[in-house]
């Protein structure tokens, strides 16, 4: 379809990275809308693992363009970096990329105040990526931000971003060693920036143009819907909004230019940082699901914390952005478990009124009653067939389409662009 939205339902790490790619065989275009450096989409191309962090997926097929919105945020350091590497891996971004002009900038002291907040916080600390996301949002809409567009004037940007430097090194009592680092990211930062400004363009007019003549865009989503500053488990949050409706704003689309609403979602969850996470399983099958999954962030390295699946919670993410149809992902990682559990509501920890918080919110209280679903014992890596999936395993995806509500259209078995099954 000709506007496609890919979002994640869960804490991030879906699998967005690999639909997206395997969706943008056909596309004009894949456009990122949300987050920036704290994202880690990982693609398997020409028998190569990719990480990107800044970079839309859809860059690494020759002939697809690829567009940052301006609800971003940009790292123009690590951008430039990730550019050179994917070049050395032989993908050749050229002038397929293009920005928004009205993108924010990671200043480099961003990420200097987000350690020293991180710090201040201690126990109660978010476990950020450590990208300096948040400072950045924070500027943004304290209207003190620096945007690309900013360095069409290179004098003043120059004397802005300097700016931001001393403010940090005075605010936070930045020590000798910290204050030489933070002068040579900031010369850096302002080198990578006016590098990148010939790239800054009219994001909605170059999407609208390619929608009117026929072509397909993809709106690639980071993080995860539970990770969104609104609807998410606030405030163990990432800063920019990452539900569907976050791509009209960013790319600046009517709503009515949407086709469909792709939701993303592993077979179990996982989660990396802080925060409440219901069905999390600190035992040796979490353990197992960590390792066969490689369940290690694309962006940190750090392990993310496994559990079993929550209906409730997929269920809740699939309304809010509405998704048309879901692709269920990481299903051949729970080949081998004899059984499977599935949180299909919540029991509310006795003396709380809950009744007065929406779904998804202060889930430290709630209590899953699980479900145990039969496993299987076939490895089902690479399967791209329904009918040859074992019995337990399509009883297992037909009861999380029931939990979530939405059609399970796609399955992904296997990290590869093919290891996937189309319903049909
Ligand atoms: P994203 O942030 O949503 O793009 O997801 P990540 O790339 O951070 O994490 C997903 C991880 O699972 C990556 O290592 C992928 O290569 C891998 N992956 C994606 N789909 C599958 C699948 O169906 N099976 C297996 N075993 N790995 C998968
Ligand atoms: P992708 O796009 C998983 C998490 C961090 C932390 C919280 C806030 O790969 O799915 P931030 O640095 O954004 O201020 O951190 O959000 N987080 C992610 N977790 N996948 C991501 O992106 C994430 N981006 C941020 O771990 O808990
Ligand atoms: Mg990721």
Same mark, same amino acid.
């Given at each position: 379809?000709?506007?496609?939205?890919?979002? @994640?339902?869960?804490?991030?790490?879906?699998?967005?990275?690999?639909?997206?790619?395997?969706?943008?065989?056909?596309?004009?275009?894949?456009?990122?809308?949300?987050?920036?450096?704290?994202?880690?989409?990982?693609?398997?191309?020409?028998?190569?693992?990719?990480?990107?962090?800044?970079?839309?997926?859809?860059?690494? #097929?020759?002939?697809?363009?690829?567009?940052?919105?301006?609800?971003?945020?940009?790292?123009?350091?690590?951008?430039? $970096?990730?550019?050179?590497?994917?070049?050395?891996?032989?993908?050749?971004? *050229?002038?397929?990329?293009?920005?928004?002009?009205?993108?924010?900038?990671?200043?480099?002291?961003?990420?200097?105040?987000?350690?020293?907040?991180?710090?201040?916080?201690? !126990?109660?600390?978010?476990?950020?990526?450590?990208?300096?996301?948040?400072?950045?949002?924070?500027?943004?809409?304290?209207?003190?931000?620096?945007?690309?567009?900013?360095?069409?004037?290179?004098?003043?940007?120059?004397?802005?971003?300097?700016?931001?430097?001393?403010?940090?090194?005075?605010?936070?009592?930045?020590?000798?060693?910290?204050?030489?680092?933070?002068?040579?990211?900031?010369?850096?930062f302002m080198k990578c920036t006016l590098d990148?400004?010939?790239?800054?363009?009219?994001?909605?007019?170059?999407?609208?143009r390619i929608l009117r003549s026929g072509g397909?865009?993809?709106?690639?989503?980071?993080?995860?819907?539970?990770?969104?500053?609104?609807?998410?488990?606030?405030?163990?949050?990432?800063?920019?909004?990452?539900?569907?409706?976050?791509?009209?704003?960013?790319?600046?689309?009517? +709503?009515?230019?949407?086709?469909?609403?792709? @939701?993303?979602?592993?077979?179990?969850?996982?989660?990396?940082?802080?925060?409440?996470?219901?069905?999390?399983?600190?035992?040796?099958?979490? !353990? #197992?699901?960590?390792?066969?999954?490689?369940?290690?962030?694309?962006?940190? *390295?750090?392990?993310?914390?496994?559990?079993?699946?929550?209906?409730?919670?997929?269920? /809740?993410?699939? #309304?809010?952005?509405?998704?048309?149809?879901?692709?269920?992902?990481?299903?051949?990682?729970?080949?081998?478990?004899? !059984?499977?559990?599935?949180?299909?509501? /919540?029991?509310?920890?006795?003396?709380?009124?809950?009744?007065?918080?929406?779904?998804?919110? #202060?889930?430290?209280?709630?209590?899953?009653?699980?479900?145990?679903?039969?496993?299987?014992?076939?490895?089902?890596?690479?399967?791209?067939?329904?009918?040859?999936? +074992?019995?337990?395993? $399509?009883n297992y995806v037909m009861f999380l389409e029931?939990?979530? @509500?939405?059609?399970?259209?796609?399955?992904?078995?296997?990290?590869?662009?093919?290891?996937?099954?189309?319903?049909?």
């Amino acid at each position: 379809m000709p506007a496609t939205i890919v979002t @994640g339902l869960q804490w991030g790490d879906e699998g967005k990275g690999k639909v997206v790619d395997h969706l943008s065989e056909d596309a004009v275009a894949v456009a990122r809308f949300s987050g920036g450096a704290n994202a880690g989409h990982t693609v398997i191309s020409a028998g190569r693992r990719i990480a990107l962090h800044q970079l839309p997926s859809g860059l690494l #097929r020759p002939g697809v363009l690829g567009i940052i919105g301006a609800a971003c945020v940009l790292d123009p350091v690590s951008l430039v $970096r990730e550019m050179g590497s994917l070049e050395d891996e032989g993908f050749n971004v *050229g002038d397929r990329l293009t920005i928004s002009g009205k993108v924010h900038l990671v200043h480099p002291a961003a990420r200097y105040m987000e350690r020293e907040q991180e710090r201040q916080l201690g !126990e109660a600390s978010v476990g950020t990526t450590g990208r300096g996301i948040g400072p950045t949002y924070v500027r943004k809409y304290e209207r003190r931000g620096l945007r690309l567009e900013d360095a069409a004037v290179p004098e003043a940007f120059r004397d802005r971003s300097l700016g931001v430097m001393e403010e940090s090194i005075s605010g936070l009592g930045l020590g000798e060693e910290d204050r030489e680092a933070l002068e040579r990211e900031t010369e850096e930062f302002m080198k990578c920036t006016l590098d990148l400004v010939n790239r800054a363009s009219d994001v909605s007019m170059v999407i609208s143009r390619i929608l009117r003549s026929g072509g397909t865009v993809i709106a690639e989503g980071a993080q995860g819907t539970l990770l969104d500053p609104d609807h998410g488990t606030y405030p163990f949050v990432t800063c920019g909004s990452c539900v569907s409706g976050a791509a009209c704003v960013s790319l600046g689309l009517g +709503p009515v230019m949407i086709d469909e609403v792709v @939701g993303v979602m592993k077979a179990y969850n996982t989660r990396v940082g802080n925060g409440p996470f219901p069905t999390e399983l600190n035992d040796e099958t979490g !353990e #197992r699901i960590r390792e066969k999954g490689n369940e290690y962030g694309a962006t940190t *390295g750090r392990p993310r914390r496994c559990g079993w699946f929550d209906g409730v919670l997929a269920s /809740y993410s699939a #309304r809010l952005n509405g998704c048309s149809w879901t692709v269920l992902t990481l299903l051949d990682v729970l080949s081998g478990f004899p !059984e499977l559990m599935v949180c299909k509501k /919540y029991e509310l920890d006795p003396g709380i009124d809950l009744t007065l918080f929406e779904t998804g919110a #202060r889930l430290e209280y709630h209590v899953p009653v699980f479900e145990t679903l039969p496993g299987w014992e076939e490895d089902i890596t690479g399967e791209t067939s329904w009918d040859v999936l +074992p019995e337990n395993a $399509r009883n297992y995806v037909m009861f999380l389409e029931k939990l979530t @509500g939405v059609s399970v259209r796609a399955i992904s078995t296997g990290p590869a662009r093919e290891d996937l099954i189309w319903r049909t």
